[in-house]
Nanobody, 124 residues
């Protein structure tokens, strides 16, 4: 069965780094767009970083450009989100998701497989 399992979240201080991982199973990750999304309390889910199936195209939310990096290891069926210089406003539940072969950007409705989420809290 299809599964996406996030890990790596936690409590960090402003300026620190975290790397989120998303282990996928039940399907072949290669050939699928991937994405990281987040939802803070009282706010809508937003696309943070997404990557096309080929890996040649990426999208980053303006507020995370230069601080976050999405990557994939198709051999390990795993997706990563490296987060640096974390800020309190990055606090949210982070979800990984996969989409289809065609690149539609980072709109959540284009992603049909979702993990359960991992909490990231940035606080001093």
């Amino acid at each position: 069965q299809v599964q996406l399992v996030e890990s790596g979240g936690g409590l960090v201080q402003p300026g620190e780094s975290l790397r989120l991982s998303c282990a996928t199973s039940g399907f072949t990750l290669a050939g699928h767009a991937i994405g990281w999304f987040r939802q803070a309390p009282g706010k809508e889910r937003e696309g943070v970083a997404c990557m096309s199936s080929s890996g040649r195209t990426t999208y980053y939310l303006d507020s995370v450009k230069g601080r976050f990096a999405i990557s994939r290891d198709n051999a390990k069926n795993t997706v990563y989100l490296q987060m640096s210089s974390l800020k309190p406003e990055d606090t949210a539940v982070y979800y990984c998701a996969t989409g289809g072969t065609t690149w539609y950007g980072c709109a959540s409705r284009r992603y049909d497989r979702w993990g359960q989420g991992t909490q990231v809290t940035v606080s001093s």
